[in-house]
């Protein structure tokens, strides 16, 4: 994927305030088709992530991630008041939403809602985060996936993020069996941290300095 972008020497102040978006870069395909990569959600993209993160059909995604709590059953506000910040793949032509990726600050380790006990829960990971450790997560959904579109995507979101929260460092929690999340963390420069996975449970910790 070739990505185009004008915005990218630009300052941003993360999280933005939430639903503004700015749009960084244009994205084409080796099919050609053109995408927008735009930092933050507004409602309609919102509703179309509700949508997405319910989807019975994309059994990856129920597999491997607590989407359907996060965003399907959960607040998006919720979510963002963890001072997180996405970034989205647009398809231009049909205003759909084909990938996202997103970071914040969580503990290094600390495991996805949908492993949390109650207490767990109700605990401000901020408070918990005392060493700068940034979590990153990414999807792309069924109509997109698989086509080589992710990887570029990443790597030039997590470029802007880094450059915009400097002195983080980031980390990436991953099942085990979710080979194609631990192949595209391993080619973002991710390296399995043994002492805080559990490879018992399938619950691999990917660190990158
Ligand atoms: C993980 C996910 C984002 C990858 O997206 P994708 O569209 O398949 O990725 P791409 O086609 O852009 O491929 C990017 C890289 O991912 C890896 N990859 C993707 N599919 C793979 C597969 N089936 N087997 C092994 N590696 C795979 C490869 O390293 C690939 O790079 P390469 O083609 O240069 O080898 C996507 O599968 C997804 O959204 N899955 C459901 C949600 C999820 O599991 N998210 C991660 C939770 S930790």
């Not at 084409?28 to 735009?38: T, Y």
């Not at 503990?107 to 060493?131: H, Q, T, V």
Request: aromatic share 12%; net charge positive; hydrophobic share 40%.
């Amino acid at each position: 994927m070739e990505i185009n972008s004008d915005l990218s020497y630009q300052k941003f102040l993360f999280p933005l305030p939430i639903y503004r978006t700015i749009k960084i870069g244009e994205a084409f395909s080796k099919d050609k088709e053109k995408f927008f990569i735009i930092v933050g959600l507004d409602k309609k993209m919102i509703e179309q992530l509700k949508k997405l993160s319910i989807d019975e059909n994309d059994i990856e995604l129920q597999k491997n991630t607590s989407d359907l709590k996060r965003f399907g059953l959960g607040s998006y506000k919720n979510w963002y008041k963890k001072e997180r910040t996405p970034f989205i793949l647009v398809h231009t032509n049909t205003n759909t939403l084909a990938a996202i990726v997103w970071f914040g600050p969580k503990p290094l380790g600390r495991k996805s809602i949908k492993y949390l006990e109650k207490k767990e829960l109700m605990e401000d990971e901020s408070l918990l985060n005392n060493d700068n450790w940034h979590t990153i997560s990414y999807r792309c959904y069924p109509n997109f996936r698989g086509k080589g579109l992710v990887r570029e995507f990443v790597i030039f979101a997590m470029k802007i993020y880094l450059k915009n929260v400097p002195h983080i460092k980031l980390w990436a929690g991953i099942n085990i069996k979710n080979i194609a999340s631990e192949r595209l963390a391993e080619s973002l420069g991710f390296k399995p941290l043994e002492k805080l996975s559990d490879r018992n449970s399938n619950y691999l910790v990917m660190v990158k300095y």
